[in-house]
């Protein structure tokens, strides 16, 4: 009873719930930015000296003095046994972190906030910063994620705010790690919660642009990748941009099954204990000295294929090396995501679609630099399967506010090509991968809680609940709904109220009901014949 007099209590009072969530977002912003901030710094720092190890071992080794290259090895299998035991004290940190929050906000899996932010935090850390091709970005998410949770549970808020501070932190997470405040919000929204609402908007807003501003202040406001200026792309080459959004969707499509192979591979060998984190990291001892462009997440590749020109030759070996690498370092399971490998990726694909239509005098080489950054929203809504978000993104990451449109354009074409061959949100698929392989070892349903939460949801035009009376709708057990509000009317909720397209349905039930709620309310039934 107290959670449903809370919860009434936030609703009816909307003003003064609103300012509260502004002021938490606030927080959950400052507290976010700092930790990517961290993150970022050391990722940073990581980079700058990788090259210089890599010289140093080589130098050594041509000199006859094997000690140093001894040493070399001796710390990618101290990272390798860290990486272990960092996974095993702590399974939520593995891979991206993504999909354990979409589990989390649907009530399918939980997590210990302090635990999983040091975990992701050390073990991303080691990971990337070894050279494993992985990005920080999923990683970011998780990490705001994490404040946002720690926050609520300081402040002792109900379930239902502490989904909205999740989201608002994961949001800030992702605006902190690419300078992309509009990205973040829409990100939380499109991505993970499925749903706009004031509130949810409220907060996600406040914290995206707070933890982007912590950052700035460190780092500077300048954005992630250096492309520099690019020529306005022509309206009369739009028909440029469907090929290429049909060749990158193509490309971003056999994205999915190959990282699920992998996943399953590493199972299938039996790799288990340090054997799983050391296959990737001595690949990348390795290919430090072989081809060092594909290892780490790939902001200095994107800058350098927007910059210098390559033989079309090098940039195939590009593209198939980061994808090959990408699929080996996810699938070991250790710390990092896909978000940034997934860009530099469409990247790489654009230049190589940019390299044959400038060679065939299709495409002048003034507009060379435009397809790769294209490429990136292509790539990214063919694999996420969230074009605006794509778009958004790489607007801010690149500076490139005048080609919307045309990413836009690419991204959607990209989608479709992904859609109507039967793919799937990648994060989506990890997270059901997850869930089965948890159901698998612990039983059916041991990966639920069964905690009373608070659920705010929107009825969609079409769905079970659209113009059904309360009463007719066949609500799980225990359900119960709190509130419903249209526009700026709050309708009684008595079991002959009638609910529309619009609604903002405010319910009390158990976590493990939310993807059947969910479905309910905001998914389009099929139509009675």
């Not at 299998?77 to 999909?99: A, D, Y």
């Not at 198939?320 to 896909?338: A, D, E, N």
């Not at 700026?488 to 349905?505: H, K």
Request: positive net charge; proline residues 4%; aromatic residues 10%.
């Amino acid at each position: 009873m107290a959670t449903t007099e809370r919860l009434i209590k936030d609703i009816t009072r909307e003003r003064r719930f609103h300012f509260r969530l502004f002021i938490e977002g606030i927080i959950v912003g400052i507290f976010a930015g700092c930790v990517i901030a961290l993150f970022r710094y050391l990722l940073g720092a990581s980079e700058i000296l990788r090259p210089l190890i890599y010289n140093m071992v080589a130098d050594s080794f041509v000199a006859g003095d094997y000690s140093l290259p001894l040493l070399y090895i001796v710390t990618f299998l101290i990272i390798g046994w860290l990486l272990m035991k960092i996974v095993q004290n702590e399974p939520m940190c593995t891979g991206s972190g993504i999909p354990q929050i979409k589990g989390i906000l649907m009530g399918r899996m939980n997590m210990r906030w302090l635990s999983v932010l040091v975990s992701k935090l050390i073990g991303g850390v080691l990971a990337i910063g070894a050279g494993l091709s992985l990005g920080r970005e999923g990683p970011s998410v998780q990490l705001g994620a994490c404040v946002g949770q720690g926050v609520s549970r300081r402040l002792i808020r109900t379930r239902y705010e502490e989904r909205i501070l999740m989201t608002a932190g994961s949001g800030a997470g992702l605006a902190a790690a690419f300078n992309a405040p509009l990205a973040g919000v829409i990100f939380g929204l499109e991505e993970l919660n499925k749903s706009f609402s004031p509130v949810l908007l409220m907060a996600s807003i406040t914290a995206a642009v707070t933890a982007t501003t912590v950052t700035q202040v460190i780092f500077g406001a300048g954005p992630v990748f250096h492309i520099g200026d690019l020529a306005i792309f022509p309206l009369n080459m739009f028909g440029i941009l469907i090929i290429l959004g049909v060749f990158i969707g193509l490309l971003g499509r056999i994205f999915n099954p190959s990282l699920l192979f992998s996943m399953n591979t590493y199972d299938r060998l039996g790799l288990r204990g340090i054997k799983r984190p050391l296959l990737p990291l001595l690949l990348a001892a390795a290919l430090g000295f072989i081809l060092p462009d594909i290892l780490g997440g790939g902001n200095r590749l994107v800058d350098a294929l927007s910059h210098n020109w390559y033989p079309l030759y090098f940039l195939i070996i590009l593209f198939v090396g980061k994808f090959l690498f990408t699929m080996v370092c996810f699938g070991s399971g250790v710390p990092g995501g896909i978000f940034l490998p997934m860009l530099v990726l469409g990247a790489a694909g654009g230049a190589v679609f940019g390299s044959v239509m400038a060679s065939c005098g299709i495409l002048p080489y003034l507009y060379v630099g435009d397809i790769i950054v294209f490429g990136m929203a292509a790539y990214f809504a063919a694999v996420v399967k969230s074009p605006i978000t794509g778009s958004v993104l790489i607007m801010e990451m690149t500076g490139s506010f005048h080609h919307l449109l045309a990413l836009i354009c690419v991204s959607m074409t990209a989608y479709l090509v992904a859609d109507l061959t039967g793919g799937k949100p990648v994060y989506e698929e990890l997270l059901n991968r997850a869930i089965r392989l948890k159901e698998k070892a612990h039983g059916i349903g041991a990966s639920s809680s069964g905690r009373r939460i608070a659920l705010e949801l929107v009825v969609s035009s079409g769905s079970v609940a659209d113009k059904a009376l309360i009463k007719d709708i066949k609500w799980p057990e225990q359900t119960v709904v709190v509130d419903v509000k249209r526009g700026l009317q709050r309708i009684n909720p008595m079991e002959d109220a009638r609910l529309y397209a619009g609604d903002y349905v405010y319910l009390l039930t158990n976590d493990t009901d939310i993807s059947k709620l969910k479905d309910m309310l905001e998914k389009e039934s099929t139509p009675k014949r």
